[in-house]
């Protein structure tokens, strides 16, 4: 198992980084929260998890050992893959979901794309003991989701220059979704992402 990966960020894009090991470019599939944090020639150390399927193997990367552990922990209940541990770990912090699960919120688990009502049900049922006890305090949701307008603004500018948009065409970006996102009870970040770069291709 790859345990981590460490090395000046060779490229960027919407769910992946590049990071050079070796002389070896390893391509890591991240969350937009990750990916915000990272930017091309500076060096970035990812803990990482080898998903090993019949025709792939996919690298994911974490913001720290934590996440990581969530992540494969959320695939020991049914009918979580990959990617769906990936999505709810971009809308909640590690805390956030331990939280979640440990009141039995159910709409925070619905606030992930991908889990409607009744799978909501099933993974708090299922992951009841699995997760264990909140490690930071009880403020643990990820700002994208708790926190007002600002929140997702920053967090949404910071993704696109780590993608390498100059800061004018960040800002447009940012400006077109707000009417989405200001619809939202809860803004999700990369949703928003999405929305901001098909905007950003068009414009090109």
Not at 58 to 83: C, I, K, N
Not at 103 to 125: H, N, S, Y
């Amino acid at each position: 198992m790859i345990a981590f990966v460490s090395g000046p960020v060779a490229a960027l894009a919407p769910d992946t980084a590049v990071i050079e090991v070796g002389g070896i470019g390893m391509a890591v599939q991240c969350s937009p929260g990750t990916l915000a944090a990272l930017r091309v020639g500076e060096p970035a150390r990812l803990a990482t998890s080898l998903v090993v399927r019949e025709d792939s193997l996919t690298l994911y990367g974490f913001a720290d050992d934590d996440e990581r552990q969530v992540f494969e922990l959320l695939q020991t209940a049914s009918g979580v893959g990959p990617r769906l541990a990936q999505a709810m770990l971009a809308v909640h912090s590690p805390d956030g979901l331990r939280i979640a699960v440990a009141t039995g919120d159910e709409k925070a688990l619905t606030a992930v794309p991908g889990i409607g009502k009744k799978g909501a049900q099933r993974l708090l049922l299922e992951l009841k003991d699995r997760l264990g006890a909140p490690v930071g305090g009880a403020a643990a949701v990820r700002p994208a989701a708790a926190a007002g307008p600002a929140s997702w603004r920053e967090q949404l500018h910071a993704a696109l220059i780590g993608l390498g948009y100059q800061p004018r065409e960040a800002e447009e970006a940012v400006a077109a979704v707000a009417p989405q996102a200001e619809a939202s009870a809860e803004p999700q970040v990369g949703v928003l992402l999405r929305a901001a770069l098909q905007t950003l291709n068009r414009a090109r």
